[in-house]
């Protein structure tokens, strides 16, 4: 998305650059077991490349790895959170 909040397709993938959610910040899981999930990051394990993500709803402490979870900053109602 653009600042216009439109979608922006066709951009090569050399232009992105993988950015690890902050501690404490809001994530979505995006694929795997918890995918859908919303909620925070509690704790990430580079060397592991591993994070705990605390479910929004629940509270469950999820574990999941690094490449499954996502920095969230939409608004979670959009999710149904």
């Known amino acids: ?3 216009s909040r ?3 397709q066709g951009v090569s ?3 992105f650059e993988t950015v690890l959610p902050r501690r404490g910040g809001p994530v979505l ?3 795997g077991k ?3 999930v ?3 990051l509690v704790n990430k394990d580079l060397e592991q490349e591993t994070a705990v993500v ?3 709803n629940t509270h469950d402490l999820l574990n999941v790895r690094l490449h499954q979870i996502a920095d969230y900053i939409g608004d979670p109602t959009y999710l149904s959170y």
């Open 1 to 3: 998305m653009d600042e």
């Open 6 to 8: 439109e979608l922006i």
């Open 38 to 40: 919303f909620g925070n």
């Open 29 to 31: 899981v995006l694929n």
């Open 54 to 56: 605390q479910d929004a």
């Open 13 to 15: 993938q050399d232009f």
């Open 34 to 36: 918890h995918q859908g």
